[in-house]
């Protein structure tokens, strides 16, 4: 990643959004060629000179410190994740092609067995860990249920990127296909801020942006988000449309992985959905037949 053109990017792109009334500042008039604030308006909501945002602008970050970055993140109203990215991109321009990282983030496929056990002992709670390029790294029965479409492909891991843009069962499996695009898009954005030299994670985003024109457009906005909570709206093949809420938990023992865990409201018609998956997915039914979609993944896999 080009981490000089990303901080570019992304000031850019945040200043261009806000309004004078947005940041309280006053409109003499004028005519103003470019959307957004002017540069020596964000330098003057931050309190420094312009010479100096319009340097960090132009991507040279050295020896920027984190109080100009969050005087900068309070003149741009960013948000958390914003804050967060910014600071990650300014620190891996400062680290070069060799960042000295505390501690190495776990990406690759090994999965403890305990993390395992615990995803197995769920049996009513589908439930997964990830890691920040979106693979699925480790799966409970019922989650493999609920994400059938996901593992009809073989390539492995399953990844939610791929999926989305590259899958033409995606528009059909997600009800809001644009917030599953924008929000995976986001998401992979703000990896690539915190991982800027994981290859693995450079081929991704080229396979994707090369493959799919919606992807290139969301990826050239340059918006982050970070994974905690929120609803997936999902159009089952075998069960119908299902309302699941979501948490995700940063793993303390295994950085750069999420566990995330998927409810239903309870009485709802997508807790019956869920049931009727649990019992097909259920150990003791694998036998039976009962669930088409499950039998073909298992004889894929």
């Given amino acids: 990643m080009d981490t000089r053109n990303d901080i570019r990017e992304f000031l850019t792109t945040r200043r261009a959004r806000l309004t004078l009334d947005d940041v309280d500042l006053p409109d003499f008039g004028g005519r103003r060629r470019v959307p957004g604030l002017r540069r020596e ?45 910014l600071h990650d991109l300014v620190r891996a321009a400062n680290q070069g092609a060799h960042p000295n990282r505390r501690r190495p983030r776990t990406t690759t496929a090994q999965i403890r067995p305990g993390m395992q056990q615990l995803l197995d002992a769920m049996q009513t709670v589908p439930a997964f860990v990830q890691n920040g390029r979106l693979d699925i790294l480790a799966i409970n029965r019922l989650g493999q249920a609920v994400f059938s479409e996901m593992f009809v492909q073989p390539q ?76 997936k709206r ?42 009727l998956l649990t019992s097909w997915s259920a150990p003791e039914a694998s036998g039976r037949g009962s669930s088409p979609a499950l039998d073909a993944d298992a004889s894929a896999n």
């Fill in 41 to 85: 308006e964000v330098a003057l909501l931050a309190g420094m000179s312009v010479e100096y945002y319009v340097r960090l602008e132009r991507g040279n970050a050295t020896g920027v410190s984190e109080s100009v970055l969050d005087g900068i993140s309070r003149a741009l109203r960013l948000d958390d994740a914003e804050r967060t990215h």
């Fill in 156 to 231: 492995r891991p399953a990844n939610f990127g791929r999926f989305v843009f590259l899958d033409s069962r995606a528009p059909q499996y997600y009800r809001d296909w644009d917030d599953a695009a924008q929000q995976t898009v986001a998401l992979l954005r703000a990896e690539a801020g915190r991982s800027p030299y994981d290859r693995t994670l450079s081929d991704l985003v080229g396979e994707l942006s090369t493959r799919s024109e919606q992807f290139r457009v969301l990826w050239a906005s340059h918006d982050v988000r970070e994974h905690r909570t929120g609803v």
């Fill in 234 to 275: 999902i159009r089952h093949p075998l069960v119908g449309d299902l309302d699941l809420q979501y948490e995700a938990m940063s793993l303390s023992n295994d950085l750069g992985l999420s566990f995330i865990a998927y409810t239903a409201a309870p009485d709802s018609t997508s807790s019956e959905a869920l049931a």
